[in-house]
């Protein structure tokens, strides 16, 4: 689905946006940079306004110069121009709030009413979940809540399944769960949303989409940063919250779900709870085996050296958090019984990468080079970033007389940069903004979902909270723990970067 005007008509979508939090760290990096790029494109309803909401002092022409100055530092010169710029910024306003006095929610009631329209009031507290509470009953006492009215929240919801229950309930005594937007921003990046178009546009994956034909799958999500300044945040999450249980967890319903009866929020959400329920009970055994945590040490990144997690800047040297997660997991069900899903992600890798392979199995008989038996298989490799796109390893005749029937590898690839080069692949938060503007959920996270998610990751969060032995150490700029590499070994198998085939 490509972002433009012909697939969201921009009339008829006008919105009120109560963004807390507004000078905050999402809100800077991401929220101000996407919805000027919605402006920008013509895909924000002229009567759209948006009211920033921070505890700093400050007044809305204060505010219009801060936003202009994230602008500045958040976007290319050739993303950005003074026209646009300026029409943005005529649509902010500025209030100051305590957001725990409910009385300084009179402020957005006050805001709401100043001008006349339809407009459904989106809420989007880019703030700490323990604050969604207080804001969703400070909006509720003063009034501004209507019943078009919705909230979009941020991972991650809570710090396990208690505690998800706990803010979940929050909303829900506020908002009814079509009108909660829980955004997993992976689930607004371009190629995420291909993965469904691959899967459920082409027979030639559709049929092939099962434990006949595929013998294993890897994903991998990779980041070269290492916890880049947020060691409170962190040290208190780990690898396993930060990123499995949302981000890795996501992308596995999607290679794994069945395909939904149509492209609604429930029919997509319905499919990908049942895989998450298949993920079944980890045993002892599986625990110790299966899993392999990792925290790095000092390493070098992209040729610079790089302190371990315990020197980052505030640490604590004792810390057994996890900065790596590398795990095999089996969908309990007829489409893949018995096909193994390696997932593997970490701060302080070589590289930013976030991979999806799908191994297929090999054919049932081999007629060529027994000396080429190891080259049988293709593997269809999915890019999420970077340089987004799509390869299909093929087995051809190598060619030239001398070389008989010899195979080779060879990759068939599409690269959305190349073959679509007139097209911007929009920050997915862009996407995930104007779904909430047209009041679309399919690519948002419901409830049972993250609870499903939480149920199962707290498994592994049990097992590690009984452990003395503090995770494996791996070299920044490695590729995790050895641990992690013999997870696949000991299945013969191996990571793909280390297949050869790159
Ligand atoms: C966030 C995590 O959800 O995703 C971060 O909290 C991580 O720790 C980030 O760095 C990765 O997102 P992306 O889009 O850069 O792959």
Redesign the pocket.
């Known amino acids: 689905m490509t972002l433009t005007r012909d697939t969201y008509s921009d009339a008829g979508h006008a919105v009120d946006l109560a963004l807390f939090g507004a000078l905050g760290d999402l809100a800077r990096g991401k929220l101000w940079p996407a919805l000027y790029q919605l402006d920008r494109q013509g895909l924000l309803d002229p009567a759209t306004r948006i009211l920033a909401l921070s505890h700093h002092d400050g007044d809305t022409t204060v505010l219009r110069e801060r936003v202009a100055g994230f602008l500045e530092a958040g976007l290319k010169e050739d993303e950005r121009d003074a026209e646009s710029c300026n029409r943005f910024l005529d649509r902010l306003a500025y209030r100051v709030i305590d957001f725990t006095r409910s009385a300084d929610y009179a402020a957005v009631a006050e805001w709401r009413r100043a001008e006349q329209g339809e407009r459904p009031l989106v809420v989007y507290p880019a703030v700490g979940a323990r604050l969604y509470g207080a804001i969703c009953a400070g909006l509720a006492q003063s009034d501004s809540l209507g019943e078009r009215d919705r909230i979009v929240v941020?991972?991650?919801v809570g710090h396990d399944l208690a505690s998800s229950r706990a803010v979940n309930d929050a909303l829900g005594a506020v908002f009814p769960e079509s009108r909660i937007y829980r955004i997993?921003?992976?689930l607004g990046?371009e190629t995420v949303q291909n993965l469904m178009a691959l899967r459920f546009a082409n027979p030639l994956f559709g049929n092939q989409w099962n434990q006949s034909h595929i013998s294993h799958v890897e994903i991998t999500?990779a980041?070269e940063?290492g916890?880049?300044g947020?060691w409170s945040?962190?040290d208190r999450?780990g690898?396993l919250r930060?990123?499995v249980q949302?981000?890795l967890l996501q992308l596995l319903c999607l290679v794994a779900m069945d395909p939904p009866s149509s492209l609604d929020a429930d029919a997509i959400r319905d499919e990908k709870v049942k895989v998450l329920k298949t993920l079944g009970p980890l045993t002892p055994e599986a625990l110790a085996r299966n899993v392999v945590r990792g925290q790095y040490r000092a390493g070098t990144c992209n040729g610079r050296p790089v302190p371990g997690y315990r020197e980052e800047a505030g640490a604590d040297s004792d810390s057994h958090t996890e900065t790596f997660v590398a795990l095999k997991t089996e969908v309990a069900n007829w489409r893949w019984a018995g096909v193994p899903f390696y997932l593997r992600t970490g701060?302080r890798l070589p590289q930013?990468l976030?991979r999806i392979v799908i191994h297929f199995r090999r054919q049932p008989h081999y007629i060529f080079d027994p000396d080429q038996r190891c080259l049988a298989s293709n593997k269809l490799i999915i890019r999420?970033?970077p340089d987004e796109g799509i390869a299909l390893q093929v087995l051809t005749k190598d060619s030239g007389l001398e070389k008989g029937m010899r195979l080779r590898t060879g990759p068939l690839h599409l690269d959305f940069n190349s073959a679509f080069p007139e097209a911007r692949i929009p920050d997915?938060y862009e996407r995930l903004l104007l779904e909430v503007m047209k009041g679309r959920q399919s690519l948002f996270v419901r409830r049972d979902e993250v609870e499903h998610a939480w149920r199962w990751c707290e498994q592994l969060l049990d097992h590690w909270q009984n452990l003395d032995t503090p995770p494996g150490r791996y070299p920044a700029g490695s590729w995790g723990p050895v641990a992690s590499a013999a997870l696949m070994t000991r299945d013969g198998r191996s990571w793909y970067e280390e297949s050869g085939d790159e």
Do not use: C, G, T, W
């Open positions: 941020e991972k991650p997993d921003h992976y990046k999500v980041e940063v916890i880049a947020r945040y962190f999450a690898q930060d990123m949302n981000h701060k930013k976030s999420l970033q997915a």
